[in-house]
C-alpha cells in the first residue's frame, strides 16, 4: 500500500473537493440511517405499538411519517449526488493529471529506455495502470468513507432498539466481507488473465491485418486462422472460469443477509414476547432495513481492499518507471558556442556492458562546413555513429567533443536544435504531408507555406506530392495513401531541410531512389550546404551517394579501416577503390534501358 502514498500529492492538490466530499458523505448517510427508524415507527404507529397523542388522528400521523421517509430519502439522494459529483469528479482529475504526468516521464526518457520495453508495456501504464489506480481513487475512497460514515449512524440507531438484537443482526456482517473479499481476489486474478489473453488475442488480431499481404503470398491463410482459433479458444476458456466465480457473488451476498434478516426475526421475535425488552415490530424491520443498508458497504470492504491491492500493484509499476533517470541528460543550461568542429577521441561503444563493441577506437574530425561521408558494410555501425553524433547515445570510452567542450556536458536542446537527422528507417506520422514536413521546423508557427513547398522541391519529391489530388493536404498512414519507400524517404530529407540546419545527417537515406532521382537530390544538396555552410555527414552502402563528400571514413566491424579525401583513395589499392570500380561500372547498365 506504500506505493499509493505517491498519490498523496494529488489528494492535496484536490484537497477542497475531497473534504467536500466527505462531508456529503456524512451528511447522506445520516439522512440515510434515520429512514428505517421512521418506517419502523409507522409500522408501530399502525399497529398500535405506540399510542399517538391527543388531537392526532391516525391518518395525519401516518401521512407526516410517510412524507418525512420521502423527504429524507430525496436529501440522501442529493447528497449521494454530490459525493459522486465531488469524489469521482476529484478521482478523473487526478486521472488526467497522472497520465500527463507520466506522458511527459515518456518524452523525457531516451532511446535506450525505449529499446528496453515493449510497445504493450508503455501502453499499459498509461492506460491499464492508470485506470487501475483510479479504481481507487474514485470508488475506492468513496465506499469507504462510505462505510466509514454509515456505520456509526447505523450501529446507533441499532443500539437504541435492543443491543442484543443488534449483535446478532451484524455478525454475519464480518463474515460476508471476508468471503467477498476471497470472491473478488480470484475475480480480479481470472480478470487479469482475461485481459492478458485479450490483449494477446488482438495483437495476434492486428499482425495477421498488417502482414495480410505476406500472409497471402505465403498462402498461409490456414495457418493464420488456426492460431487464432487456438487463441480464441484460449481467451473462451478463461472467460468461463471467470463467469463462474461472477457467478458466486451475489449467492455470497443474498446467504448472509438472509441470515441476519432470520436472526432479526428470530431473536427479534423472541425479544417482542419479553414485555421488559420493549422491542416492537416495528424495531425489527427497522433493523432489517438498517441491514440491508449497511450490506452494500460491507460488502465492498473485500471489494474495495482487493481493488486496491490491484491498484498498489499498479502504482508501484507506475512508481518504478518514474523513478527512471534518463541515461542522456541535459547537463548544461549555457549558450552554445558556435559550431566549429566535432572530434571523436578513441572512442568506443557498446550497446550493453556484456555485449561486443560495437565501434571500437573510433578517430575523426567533422569540421564546420564539410561533407563527411561515412561507407561500409551492413552492420559495421553506421547508424550507431550517427547516433552518438546526435547525442542520443553517449561513448562507452573515450570522447566526443564538441568545439572544446565534451558533447556531454554542451547545452543539449540547443545543440539538437542545429541538427537534422533523416534517419534510416523513415518514420512518418499519420498526417497531411504538410504536416509531417512541417514537424521538421523549429518554429511551427512561422513557417510558411513557400518554405515548406521550397523544402519538398529541394528533396525532389514536389512533383510526386503535386500528382496527389490533395497535394500537400494529402493524408499519410493506416487510412490514407501509401507512399512508396523512396517517396517516404524524399518527404523525409524534405522535412530535414525545413529546418535549415547547420549540421545534416543522413542515413542512407537514398537508398530507394534510383540513381538518376539521387544525383539530382545530392546536386540540390550541394548548392543548399554551400548557400547555407552546412556540415553534412551522409551514410551509404553506395559509392555513388558520397560523390559530393570531402572525406570518406571506411567502417568495417566497428573499425575504421580507411579514411582520406575520395581522391586519394582513389589513387592507392583500397576498399574504396574496389566498391567504386565494381559500383561504378554497373551503374550505367542500370540506365540503358
Ligand atoms: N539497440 C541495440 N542493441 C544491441 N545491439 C545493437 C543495437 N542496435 C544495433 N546493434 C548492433 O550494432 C551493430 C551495428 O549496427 P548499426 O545499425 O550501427 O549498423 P549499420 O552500419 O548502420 O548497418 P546498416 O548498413 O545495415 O544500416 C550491429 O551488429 C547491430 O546488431
Ligand atoms: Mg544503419
Redesign the pocket.
Known amino acids: 500500500m506504500k506505493s499509493l502514498s505517491y498519490l498523496n500529492k494529488y489528494f492535496f492538490k484536490y484537497r477542497w473537493r475531497l473534504l467536500l466530499g466527505i462531508l456529503c458523505i456524512i451528511a447522506g448517510n445520516y439522512f440515510g440511517a434515520r429512514i428505517p427508524a421512521i418506517i419502523g415507527e409507522s409500522m408501530n404507529v399502525l399497529k398500535g405499538d405506540k399510542p399517538i397523542s391527543a388531537g392526532q388522528t391516525l391518518f395525519w400521523v401516518a401521512l407526516g411519517l410517510a412524507g418525512m421517509a420521502i423527504l429524507f430519502n430525496i436529501i440522501k439522494g442529493f447528497f449521494l449526488f454530490l459525493t459522486r459529483q465531488t469524489l469521482i469528479v476529484m478521482s478523473r482529475y487526478i486521472e488526467f493529471d497522472l497520465k500527463n504526468e507520466i506522458f511527459e516521464k515518456y518524452q523525457q526518457l531516451d532511446?535506450?529506455f525505449y529499446?528496453s520495453q515493449s510497445t504493450g508495456d508503455l501502453m499499459n501504464r498509461i492506460s491499464e495502470d492508470v485506470s487501475q489506480v483510479r479504481q481507487y481513487l474514485g470508488p475506492g475512497i468513496m465506499y469507504s468513507i462510505n462505510l466509514i460514515a454509515l456505520f456509526p449512524f447505523s450501529l446507533y440507531e441499532m443500539l437504541k432498539i435492543n443491543t442484543e438484537l443488534a449483535l446478532y443482526a451484524l455478525a454475519p456482517l464480518p463474515i460476508m466481507a471476508c468471503l467477498i473479499y476471497l470472491v473478488s481476489n480470484r475475480m480480479n486474478k481470472l480478470s487479469k488473465e482475461v485481459q492478458q489473453e485479450q490483449s494477446r488475442l488482438s495483437t495476434l488480431g492486428q499482425e495477421t491485418f498488417s502482414g495480410i499481404r505476406v500472409i497471402k503470398a505465403y498462402i498461409q491463410e490456414k495457418h493464420a486462422k488456426q492460431n487464432f482459433e487456438e487463441s480464441s479458444k484460449t481467451y473462451l476458456k478463461k472467460t468461463m472460469r471467470l463467469v463462474r466465480t461472477n457467478a458466486l457473488f451475489m449467492p455470497t451476498i443474498s446467504l448472509l443477509i438472509g441470515t441476519s434478516t432470520l436472526l432479526s426475526i428470530y431473536i427479534g421475535g423472541l425479544l417482542t414476547f419479553d414485555k421488559f425488552s420493549g422491542v416492537t415490530t416495528g424495531n425489527i424491520i427497522t433493523i432489517i432495513l438498517l441491514i440491508y443498508n449497511l450490506t452494500w458497504p460491507f460488502a465492498s470492504i473485500g471489494w474495495v481492499t482487493s481493488i486496491n491491492q490491484r491498484a498498489a500493484a499498479s502504482q508501484e509499476r507506475i512508481n518504478e518507471f518514474l523513478r527512471t533517470e534518463p541515461a542522456i541528460k541535459n547537463q548544461s543550461e549555457a549558450p552554445l558556442e558556435e559550431f566549429r568542429e566535432i572530434r571523436f577521441k578513441d572512442m568506443s561503444f557498446?550497446?550493453?556492458p556484456e555485449?561486443p563493441d560495437?565501434?571500437s577506437n573510433i578517430n575523426f574530425t567533422l569540421k564546420r562546413g564539410e561533407t563527411l561521408g561515412i561507407i561500409?558494410?551492413?552492420?559495421?555501425?553506421?547508424?550507431?555513429?550517427?547516433?552518438l553524433i546526435v547525442r542520443q547515445l553517449d561513448p562507452s570510452s573515450g570522447e566526443v567533443v564538441y568545439n572544446s567542450q565534451k558533447l556531454s556536458s554542451v547545452n543539449l536542446p540547443a545543440y539538437r536544435k542545429q541538427l537534422s537527422v533523416v534517419p534510416?528507417d523513415v518514420f512518418l506520422f499519420s498526417d497531411t504531408i504538410y504536416n509531417n514536413i512541417a514537424f521538421g521546423a523549429l518554429d511551427l508557427e512561422s513557417t510558411t507555406r513557400e518554405e515548406i513547398v521550397s523544402a519538398a522541391k529541394h528533396a525532389h519529391v514536389l512533383h510526386n506530392i503535386e500528382a496527389f489530388p490533395d497535394k500537400f493536404e494529402t493524408l499519410l498512414g493506416e487510412r490514407g495513401v501509401n507512399l512508396s519507400g523512396g517517396q517516404k524517404q524524399r518527404v523525409s530529407i524534405a522535412r530535414a531541410l525545413i529546418r535549415k540546419p547547420h549540421i545534416l545527417l543522413l542515413?542512407?537515406c537514398l537508398s530507394a531512389v534510383d540513381t538518376e532521382t539521387e544525383e539530382i537530390i545530392l546536386g540540390n544538396l550541394k548548392q543548399l550546404n554551400k548557400e547555407n555552410q552546412t556540415t553534412s555527414v551522409i551514410?551509404s552502402?553506395r559509392i555513388s551517394s558520397l560523390r559530393n563528400a570531402d572525406y570518406i571514413l571506411v567502417?568495417e566491424n566497428?573499425r575504421i579501416v580507411e579514411e582520406g579525401k575520395p581522391a586519394d583513395l582513389l589513387q592507392t589499392n583500397s576498399q574504396y577503390r574496389e566498391l567504386y570500380d565494381k559500383q561504378l561500372m554497373e551503374e550505367p547498365e542500370v540506365f540503358e534501358d
Open positions: 532511446y535506450s529499446k557498446r550497446y550493453k555485449l560495437v565501434l561500409g558494410k551492413t552492420g559495421s555501425g553506421k547508424s550507431t555513429l550517427l547516433q534510416q542515413d542512407d551514410v552502402h567502417l566497428g
